[in-house]
């Protein structure tokens, strides 16, 4: 199973973005899903995450109060809504998906606790 992140483009300083994940393969059981970002010339970095049958959300510093992760659990599609955008969020944003129940011990920052990965897609901000 393949995620596809979509929703990426352009966007003004001040502006805000909608992002969209979903499966490309059949429905798959999921403990966690997470955004990360991977500013250019830098690591890739957390930004936000959903346990999925709680519906509890956590954000990185750098996003929250400006953040809303959300998840359509019929549809297995993930969503990420950034608002206020700043130049600083220019990145290729990932979506990713915990189904072995990883996170749970690496926390839910870290890479290497999901093992399903959409490709990417691109946010430029504009000042």
């Known amino acids: 199973v393949q995620l596809q992140a979509s929703g990426g483009g352009l966007v003004q300083a001040g502006g805000s973005l909608r992002l969209s994940c979903a499966p490309s393969?059949?429905?798959?059981?999921?403990?966690?899903m997470g955004w990360f970002r991977q500013p250019p010339g830098k690591e890739r970095e957390f930004v936000g995450g959903i346990t999925w049958r709680t519906g509890s959300t956590k954000y990185a510093d750098s996003v929250k109060g400006r953040s809303t992760i959300s998840r359509d659990g019929a549809k297995n599609t993930l969503s990420l809504q950034v608002n206020s955008l700043e130049p600083e969020d220019t990145a290729v944003y990932y979506c990713?998906?915990?189904?072995?129940?990883?996170?749970?011990?690496?926390?839910?920052?870290?890479?290497?606790?999901?093992?399903?990965w959409g490709q990417g897609t691109l946010v430029t901000v504009s000042s």
């Open positions: 393969g059949p429905a798959f059981g999921t403990y966690r």
């Open positions: 990713a998906a915990d189904t072995r129940g990883r996170t749970s011990e690496t926390g839910w920052a870290l890479v290497h606790g999901y093992d399903q």
